[in-house]
């Protein structure tokens, strides 16, 4: 967009169960899927072979943030004992509507660290999306049942 805003850190609105996330760091997250070209004896693409499907997310939390999921988890018997929770991250860009990703995550990851001159703790969580990633609506696949 010219002589406008685009998206940015400070577009992003990530909700948890917890509810709006104002305390983070940082949102990444991605998927794949591993299809692969499949030959025949005259060594030519005869098709293509279904693969597994794999997404990840990471998020980077300020502790107070972690500290509410955690209480959250509670109610599973604990932070890895928690079933795939929502994970949904907004985008906003000037004049146009948000973009909205959405997706389930099972976290299997959690990192705390904190330095000398550190002004507030963050704690990392990482796990693995449990389905297809929705990008603004749109499914990553739409498996065969």
């Known amino acids: 967009m010219i002589n406008g805003l685009n998206y940015d850190f400070e577009s ?3 909700m948890l169960p917890t509810g709006l996330t104002l305390g983070a760091e940082s949102v990444e997250y991605g998927d794949e899927k591993s299809d692969e070209v499949i030959s025949g004896t005259n060594n030519l693409p005869l098709g293509i072979g ?6 990840t997310c990471k998020l980077e939390l300020k502790r107070f ?3 509410k999921l955690n209480l959250f988890s509670a109610a599973s018997g604990g932070f890895y004992n928690m079933p795939p929770i929502p994970v949904i991250a907004s985008y906003g860009n000037d004049g146009q509507p948000p973009v909205t990703d959405s997706m389930l995550v099972h976290f299997t990851k ?5 330095s000398k001159g550190d002004t ?4 990392s969580i990482e796990g693995v999306i ?3 990633l ?5 499914p990553a696949f739409v498996p065969f049942l």
């Open 120 to 123: 507030s703790l963050n704690v």
């Open 110 to 114: 959690r990192d705390f660290k904190g």
């Open 50 to 55: 279904r693969g597994e499907y794999k997404g």
């Open 130 to 132: 449990t389905a297809p």
């Open 12 to 14: 992003i609105k990530l």
């Open 134 to 138: 929705n990008s603004d609506g749109v």
């Open 65 to 67: 943030e972690y500290d």
